[in-house]
C-alpha cells in the first residue's frame, strides 16, 4: 500500500519559477527520502530528511519535514528545463531488521524553457 | 563509477513464455530490491534480499514470480509463464543497510511488453 502522497499529481512551470512539491504519509517515520526520475530511468536519490530534522538544504533543493502533520514538502528554487522529471517521495517507516521504503506515486513536473 | 546494472533493457514477449531479467548490484552493497512500477499502480515492491537471503517477496504473485540471488553480483526475477497485465518497467535497487538511511541506487531498469 502506498505510505506517500505526493501532491500535485502533476505541476508544469515556467524556466526559473520555484516549484514546490508536497508529500503525505501515514506513519511514524525514521526518515523520509526524495527522488528524481527521468523519463526512461531508474529512480536517482536526492536527499534524505531524518525525523528529528525540520529542514534540509542541497543546492537548489529546499526539502521541509512536519512530523506532527506528516507531511513534507520539496522546493526546486529556479528551476531548470533539466529539472523536467517525476519526484517522488519515499518513507522509511521500518523497525529493527526491516528495510524497506515506501514510495508515492509522484509529482511530474515540466519546466518550459 | 559505482551503479546498479540491469539487463535486458527491453524486453518483447508472447503471452506464456518465460521472462528472466538479471540485476547486478553496486558491490559492496548487501540488500537488493526488485520493483514493478506501472502507470496505475505506480512503484510496487516484489521482493527483497539481504545478504542474498529472501527477507520479504509478499508483494509478488507467487504462482508465476520468482526471485534469486545466486551469488552477491547477480539477482534474478523469473516470470513464468508471463501474461499481458506483467507488462511494466522492472527496477532492481541495491542499497546497504547500516550506512547512511535507507538509501536505495535503482537500475534503469527492463521494460517488459508481454503480448
Known amino acids: 500500500s502506498q505510505q506517500g502522497e505526493e501532491d500535485p499529481q502533476a505541476l508544469s512551470i515556467q524556466e526559473g519559477e520555484n516549484a514546490t512539491m508536497n508529500c503525505s504519509y501515514k506513519?511514524?517515520?525514521?526518515?523520509l527520502q526524495w527522488y528524481r526520475q527521468n523519463s526512461g530511468r531508474g529512480l536517482v536519490h536526492l536527499i534524505l530528511?531524518?525525523?528529528?530534522?525540520r529542514e534540509k538544504h542541497s543546492g537548489r533543493l529546499r526539502v521541509t519535514l512536519d512530523t506532527s502533520k506528516k507531511s513534507s514538502s520539496l522546493l526546486i528554487t529556479a528551476s531548470r528545463a533539466a529539472d523536467t522529471a517525476s519526484y517522488f517521495c519515499?518513507?522509511?517507516?521500518?523497525?529493527?531488521?526491516?528495510?524497506?521504503?515506501?514510495f508515492g506515486k509522484g509529482t511530474k513536473l515540466s519546466v518550459i524553457p | 563509477d559505482a551503479r546498479v546494472t540491469q539487463t535486458p533493457r527491453h524486453k518483447v514477449t508472447e503471452m506464456g513464455q518465460e521472462v528472466t531479467m538479471r540485476c547486478q548490484p553496486i558491490?559492496?552493497?548487501?540488500?537488493v530490491f526488485w520493483y514493478r512500477q506501472t502507470m496505475m499502480q505506480g512503484l510496487e515492491l516484489l521482493a527483497y534480499?539481504?545478504?542474498?537471503?529472501?527477507?520479504?517477496d509478499s508483494g509478488m504473485p507467487k504462482d508465476r514470480f520468482s526471485a534469486e540471488m545466486p551469488d552477491a553480483t547477480l539477482a534474478t526475477l523469473k516470470i513464468q509463464p508471463s501474461e499481458p497485465r506483467d507488462s511494466a518497467v522492472y527496477f532492481c535497487?541495491?542499497?546497504?543497510?547500516?550506512?547512511?538511511?535507507?538509501?536505495?541506487?535503482f537500475g534503469a531498469g527492463t521494460r517488459l511488453s508481454v503480448l
Open positions: 535497487a541495491s542499497g546497504l543497510r547500516g550506512g547512511v538511511g535507507n538509501i536505495q541506487y
Open positions: 530528511i531524518r525525523s528529528n530534522e
Open positions: 506513519t511514524s517515520i525514521n526518515n
Open positions: 558491490l559492496g552493497h548487501n540488500t
Open positions: 519515499a518513507t522509511d517507516a521500518s523497525g529493527a531488521g526491516s528495510y524497506q521504503l515506501t
Open positions: 534480499f539481504r545478504n542474498r537471503a529472501p527477507l520479504d
